[in-house]
């Protein structure tokens, strides 16, 4: 009879640290931190400012280096990895979500969900459709021609949802996604995330001081002064008890 393996976890954090030198201090943003998470999960990682939740976004994404430690993703050590390995796993692996949407303001929706898929070498004749149907996808079929000063906050971080989903990446980050939002427009983008999670199987981590984040979560990592200091296991279907998508 044969002996069940456990999945290995799409992603691995081990003994992590990240420290910047601040004239005769040394500041431990991240310090020893060891944590996974597995496909499929959407993780909230809570933390007031300061408390090390952004870098350890960063240095998940491949945007910032470690001091030291490991980060496997999906079998690939990332930490180790030159900058062109790095700008591969961002390409493949990952997309990204701001707390300030960072879209292009001289292009249109669909032009600003379009422009990674440049870089991807996707085919010209791809690339529109594509992005029309995202766009569709976040509830702004009507909005695929505006610029980003004719939509709302809510409408831009669809926009950017959008974009982050270009070349369907298995991980989605998001820093902050409802920091420059209202509370009504930031439950709405939630839901989405949860809806981008819960039917299509993406793993997401966000991170956020906003408490009610973990409403969409399905498990939640506390951080503080870099250290992890809890995690919580959460019902991946109150969800649905909660709001309708």
Known sequence: MGVDVPEE????IEDLRREFVMGDQVVRAVDGITASVDAGEFLAVMGPSGSGKSTLLYLLGGLDRATSGEIWVDG??????????????R???IGFIF??????????????VAFPMV???VPVAEREPRALALLERVGLGDRVRHRPTELSGGQQQRVAIARALALDPKIILADEPTGNLDTKTGAEIMQLLAQVN??????????TH????TDYATRSLHLLDGHLS???ELDRHRYYQKAEL
């Open 198 to 207: 819960l039917e299509e199987g993406r793993t997401i981590v966000a991170v």
């Open 76 to 89: 690939r050590e990332i930490v180790s990895l030159d900058e062109n390995g790095l700008a591969d796993y």
């Open 230 to 232: 809890d995690s919580v």
């Open 210 to 213: 906003d408490a009610s984040v």
């Open 9 to 12: 976890p799409l992603i691995r």
């Open 91 to 93: 390409r493949r692996e």
């Open 99 to 112: 707390q300030s949407f960072f879209l292009i303001p001289t292009m249109t929706a669909a032009q600003n």
């Open 119 to 121: 870089f991807a070498q």
